[in-house]
């Protein structure tokens, strides 16, 4: 199949023919119609991480339509609209439920196995939902990874109607999910940008108040969700409330952050960190789309554009989701 791959890291995408993913007998070929890009994309061509092996494909967020099915699936036939969790488990792990994303064999799509930035994507059957009614293939790409993160951290910090909720840096996917799921849920958001027309969309898309990243916030939250790290840690840390809850699934400004120890246990916060999520959360993320939640597209490209997305992410452009629309066959 032609893809954009990797053949060293550090290194740089390139498009050509890698070797057709061999389809197993619980294994669903899916022919991609359109993936989104993460800051994974941007990470993988650092050696950080170093992908298992090369060459390797891309592409954490993957919606398409079923082309093939090993000999075991029974649930998947060809022809169907599907959406992909990445977080990519045993089928033995899904009887844990929520708990399945945390199996040590777990493997993110795209990171320690082939992703979606090529014609075909190989998963296990039971990595699939059917995609969300009424939605393009650009929106189905766009909530996987995002949604599901920031649901699984929004679901175990008990988020409640009645919170207040702090998201950082909003140009971000994980970011505008929280957002939109905690509104939904009837949260009250506040959220932080570096740049003032992100701060005023936001409130377009339903933020209450939106502060620069680089000074103090000057809020009360239950809630912080932070993918940013050591950059926005501190401001976003002294807000909570005695008993808040610090969630947190990226640091895309550094990989360490100073705690204040007291500050912890006096104020009795709770961290949680999450890394995806399981596949009852990625349904329920599913099922919500599919109700209308909206999802924010920040662009749509063309598979043949995707240096000129990776630009676009590295500095910090977007609000929202970068997509790539695969070529029809
Ligand atoms: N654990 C998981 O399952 C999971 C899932 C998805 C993502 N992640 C991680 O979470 C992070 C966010 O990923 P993403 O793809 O949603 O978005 P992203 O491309 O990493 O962007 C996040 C936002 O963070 C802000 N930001 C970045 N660097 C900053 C800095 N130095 N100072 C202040 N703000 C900064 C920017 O917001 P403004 O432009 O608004 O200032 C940027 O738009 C990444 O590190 C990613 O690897 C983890």
Redesign the pocket.
Same mark, same amino acid.
Do not use: E, P, Y
């Given at each position: 199949m032609r893809a954009w791959y990797l053949d060293e890291s550090p290194g740089r995408y390139q498009w050509g023919e890698v070797p057709d993913p061999e389809v197993g007998p619980a294994d669903v070929r899916v022919r991609v119609r359109a993936t989104a890009l993460?800051?994974?994309d941007l990470?993988l061509t650092t050696g950080l991480p170093k992908p298992p092996r090369f060459p390797h494909v891309p592409g954490n967020d993957v919606a398409g339509v079923v082309d093939a099915v090993g000999e075991r699936v029974t649930e998947w036939v060809p022809g169907d609209e599907v959406v992909i969790n990445t977080a990519v488990v045993p089928a033995d792990a899904l009887a844990r439920g929520d708990d399945s994303v945390l199996d040590p064999a777990m493997m993110l799509l795209g990171e320690s196995c082939w992703g979606g930035h090529g014609e075909f994507c190989v998963v296990p059957g039971h990595q699939l939902e059917r995609r969300p009614a009424g939605r393009s293939w650009a929106e189905s790409a766009s909530y996987p @990874?995002?949604y599901t993160?920031a649901w699984r951290l929004l679901r175990r910090a008990r988020l409640q109607p009645e919170d207040t909720v702090l998201v950082?840096?909003?140009?971000?996917? @994980? $970011?505008t999910a929280a957002m939109m799921l905690a509104r939904h849920v009837g949260a009250r958001v506040f959220v932080? &940008?570096? #740049?003032a027309a992100?701060r005023d969309r936001a409130i377009e898309l339903g933020a209450e108040g939106a502060f620069p &990243? #680089?000074e103090p916030y000057p809020i009360t939250a239950d809630i912080v969700v932070d /993918?940013?790290g050591p $950059?926005?840690w501190d401001f976003a840390f002294r807000t909570l409330r005695h008993g808040g809850r610090m969630c947190v699934? +990226? +640091?895309? /400004?550094g990989p360490k952050v100073e705690l204040n120890l007291p500050r912890l246990f006096f104020k009795q916060i709770d961290v949680i960190g $999450? &890394?995806?999520g399981s596949q009852s959360e990625f349904r329920h993320v599913t099922d919500l789309l599919g109700d209308g939640l909206p999802v924010v597209v920040d662009e749509i490209l063309p598979l043949s554009e995707y240096p000129r997305a990776l630009e676009r !992410?590295r500095s $910090?452009e977007? !609000?929202g989701k970068i997509v790539l629309e695969h070529p029809e066959p």
């Open positions: 993460n800051h994974m990470w @990874v995002c993160t950082t840096g909003i140009g971000g996917g @994980v $970011a932080t &940008s570096r #740049d992100k &990243s #680089d /993918s940013i $950059a926005t699934c +990226g +640091g895309t /400004s $999450a &890394s995806c !992410l $910090a977007q !609000l």
